[in-house]
């Protein structure tokens, strides 16, 4: 099933909550809104038609320009052998889009719908600063509820992949080391 097809039945079962689709690009996407998120996603893995039953992967971008961060999920359906053979094989592939501000970046977690975005929620939330409401693994802190960090320390201030994250010169006494923005770093 192509990713027009794909769009065009989340059109029939979400109408507005598909806020936009990108086709012509060397990696088509369906934007869908953060609030329906956690449907759609049932909807991906449930249908009989699309079975989108992995999540490979979750990214994020940061929008600095326009003040958003933008989760990417890539999705396929793996389809067990048929008639007693050994070869898996791949079905309909799907990438889907959330924006979000950046000063309030809340996206529905998925880990009950695909148990990969676990990790992957946790990682997006550490780097990018992305709160996955409702994610298994979470915590409360000076920062709010949100996913427990899964690269950076607990105490890690920011979140070390947004355009605009000014790395610390130190860390617990220890120095950093970077060039950034500096002829002679001090450290």
């Not at 889009?97 to 000063?103: A, E, S």
């Not at 977690?109 to 992305?130: C, F, K, N, Q, T």
């Not at 000014?166 to 220890?174: A, K, L, Q, S």
């Amino acid at each position: 099933m192509a990713p027009e097809e794909i769009a065009e039945r989340l059109k029939e079962q979400f109408a507005d909550q598909i806020t936009d689709c990108a086709f012509e690009t060397a990696h088509p996407h369906i934007f869908v809104a953060a609030e329906a998120w956690h449907r759609i996603a049932l909807f991906l893995r449930d249908d009989p038609r699309l079975r989108l039953n992995v999540l490979r992967c979750i990214s994020a971008i940061d929008m600095l320009e326009d003040d958003e961060l933008v989760a990417v999920y890539d999705l396929y359906a793996a389809n067990s052998p048929a008639n007693g053979g050994t070869t898996w094989t791949m079905g309909p592939v799907c990438c889907v889009k959330i924006k979000v501000p950046r000063d309030n970046s809340h996206i529905p977690s998925v880990a009950d719908v695909w148990p990969a975005a676990d990790w992957h929620e946790r990682e997006a939330y550490d780097l990018m600063g992305i709160v996955f409401d409702g994610h298994p693994d979470a915590v409360t802190d000076a920062a709010g509820h949100h996913p427990r960090r899964i690269l950076c320390p607990d105490d890690w201030e920011g979140h070390p992949l947004r355009k605009d994250y000014r790395f610390p010169m130190e860390y617990n006494g220890i120095p950093a080391v970077t060039e950034f923005e500096q002829t002679r770093p001090v450290h």
